[in-house]
């Protein structure tokens, strides 16, 4: 009998054992992750097609241009560079243009022309414009009384931002200055030949002109000359995507901001490999060119509210001088992205 009660014991006590290592058994393999059930966090490359523009605009897309070359960028781009918006306009509308770097009245007159379906992702620059001499006579633009300036930018930016900061500071456009508009190319020819003693001319062609005519010299900033009038600053570049592209492929557009941030902050910093870059990728007419110019394109990388605030003064002033110039009405806060 008592052998039986041992029998009985050992067997209960082997039962029990067997049970307390299943339960354990299973428990670790609850806790224990299954490889194939794991989700990969690692950023998948999309293909993007970026446009930008010659000049300042462009500059600072340089450096994530020589980067994509060499294989160095999350995104695969495909860049195109153009001389003027309207060889931009209608491939973005189209979508064969993902982002594209454009005049900020430009953003405007796109996102009235989409019905609103337009995002401006960031500024790039902000103003661009300045007044050469020949002399040493303009101190300010009060200096400017009497005087014959040739331009460029009838019935665009220039005019409109010209003729504001005169009347702000007390002159009257069609009175008080004769101003002569002509083509960019004419600006430059008449600037260098001698035979415009006044221009006000944007970058490079600014630094092209005092580059060839030792005689001339940059007597004010229009960036400056904004800053003393206005609120807000004077942002004449931007990047911008329609909404759909952005809504589809946010990890992708945030990306690129990250490496164009990144590309602008390089030129800013690095202006002489920059200017490699530059005149590689055809955004400036020569490396040369660039080397000087890129520290006057007042380069720049604005977002959300303070793109919003600093873009709506600007596009007040145009608007109030000719709606025409960004697209017949003022953008809503749509167009602003992360703005909140």
């Not at 003027?84 to 982002?99: C, Y």
Request: charged share 20%; with cysteine; glycine share 6%.
């Amino acid at each position: 009998m008592k052998n039986l009660l041992k029998l009985i014991s050992l067997i209960l006590c082997l039962l029990m054992a067997f049970g307390l290592v299943a339960c354990g058994g299973a428990k670790d393999t609850a806790s224990t992750p299954s490889t194939e059930s794991t989700v990969s966090t690692a950023y998948t490359p999309v293909d993007m097609t970026v446009a930008c523009m010659t000049g300042p605009t462009g500059v600072g897309m340089a450096k994530l241009m020589a980067d994509s070359a060499a294989k160095k960028t999350a995104n695969n781009y495909t860049f195109t560079v153009a001389s003027a918006a309207t060889d931009i306009n209608a491939k973005f509308i189209n979508g064969e243009i993902k982002i594209a770097s454009v005049p900020t009245n430009v953003a405007a007159t796109l996102y009235n022309k989409t019905g609103g379906k337009v995002r401006m992702l960031a500024v790039n620059t902000y103003g661009v414009l300045s007044i050469l001499e020949k002399g040493d006579t303009i101190k300010s633009v009060a200096d400017l009384k009497g005087k014959t300036i040739y331009s460029t930018g009838k019935g665009q930016n220039p005019e409109f931002i010209f003729k504001y900061i005169l009347e702000k500071n007390g002159l009257d456009p069609e009175k008080d200055v004769t101003i002569n508009f002509v083509s960019s190319e004419e600006l430059v020819a008449k600037l260098v030949k001698g035979e415009a003693e006044i221009g006000l001319a944007p970058e490079p062609a600014a630094t092209t002109v005092l580059s060839k005519n030792q005689n001339l010299k940059r007597a004010l900033s229009i960036n400056d000359e904004w800053a003393k009038v206005s609120d807000t600053k004077l942002m004449m570049g931007c990047v911008v995507a329609l909404d759909s592209y952005v809504a589809e492929n946010t990890a992708a557009v945030e990306k690129f901001l990250e490496e164009y941030s990144a590309s602008v902050e390089f030129a800013k910093t690095n202006v002489e490999e920059a200017a490699k870059h530059c005149a590689t990728y055809k955004i400036t007419a020569s490396e040369a060119i660039a080397k000087k110019a890129i520290p006057t394109c007042n380069l720049c990388y604005v977002t959300g509210a303070e793109m919003k605030t600093n873009v709506n003064g600007y596009f007040n002033v145009l608007f109030t001088a000719d709606p025409k110039s960004i697209g017949g009405a003022m953008p809503g806060d749509n167009l602003y992205y992360n703005a909140k």
